[in-house]
């Protein structure tokens, strides 16, 4: 049978938060050998990607294409009521993943040795960011 | 043992068709604990996104960004014979999902208060979608 | 319970490498019944989509796109250490899948008629590719 946890992730504005620790930690209560570990984030101005963990320059350049491809104060957006970050964070929501699935091995992630997993902070402020994880055999 | 359901969704042409309580039905008739619901949209021109459900104008304006994005009659296209809105719909489905995993929590989808399933409809005319269902322990 | 096997994809630089078959396989060794089947590509450099697995003007167009989306040499990279092919590739990455999730019937991965499943390769030299295949009931 599957186990459905809740995780909490304070974050300190745009930007990658990285979850790696987090998640393994919720992995290791639940799975001792072989399995699925799902996640989703329960938002949609934040998300998930799995990207390089060694070179923050990655995680900048990453943050400053998606401030180029959805800007805040495009005239495009008419969804606006929630302020000038709200619209662009759910199309960066919809262009990276709300959920994803990492197979696991002996109770590890078996992400590759440079991937990290990371919760992607869409808005200016701060905010608590809950996470489901599911962890099947 | 898991479960899959083929489920199918008739759309009136481009954008999104929420999905959230379809899916909960398929759902609620297998699981009644905890578990994971896996869907994933059996066409290359039709994509899934988790987003928003309350503000329709936020529908509206990811569906502007799409069309900016990846527009009909680019001339970045070779494939065209089936039509201009063809190769857009293709680029579209590579940007969102084509499968989502969602936890379930006591045979309820664990999707946040804000957040609905839909299925992005990527070509002008109204389709019938297929979606597979796989429910899981 | 599930099992967890390691694939290896060898690529010729840049573009997509369909998967369908050799995924296939994979399930056919461990799944005779319904079931689900999660990839994990282990790299941040190359990503997976589902595509049209017919024409290849539609791989190559979609190839394009994401050439004049994150180009090399944008002004905007400042990862550039490994090389101009490799901080498109992360954002190519983060902008298509690192996994995804497929229901079985029948031990056949339940794509649609025109889905195949691809490995993105998002840099200019050959690679092998590691992927995690992991099949649940």
């Known amino acids: 049978m599957g186990n459905v946890e809740t995780l909490v992730v304070p974050t300190r504005g745009r930007g990658l938060v990285e979850i790696t620790a987090l998640v393994q930690e919720c992995v290791g209560r639940h799975l001792h050998g072989d399995g699925l570990c799902t996640v989703l984030v329960r938002h949609t101005s ?3 990607v799995i990207q390089e963990n060694a070179d923050p320059s990655a995680a900048r350049d990453l943050e400053a294409f998606f401030a180029r491809i959805a800007p805040e104060r495009d005239p495009l957006w008419t969804h606006t009521t929630e302020g000038p970050d709200d619209m662009p964070a759910h199309v960066r929501a919809a262009l990276t993943a709300t959920t994803v699935s990492i197979p696991v091995l002996g109770g590890r992630l078996g992400l590759g040795t440079w991937q990290g997993l990371f919760l992607f ?3 200016r402020r701060p ?6 994880v599911h962890l099947g055999g």
């Open 46 to 48: 934040a998300s998930l």
């Open 121 to 123: 902070e869409h808005r």
């Open 127 to 132: 905010h608590r960011r809950e996470l489901l």
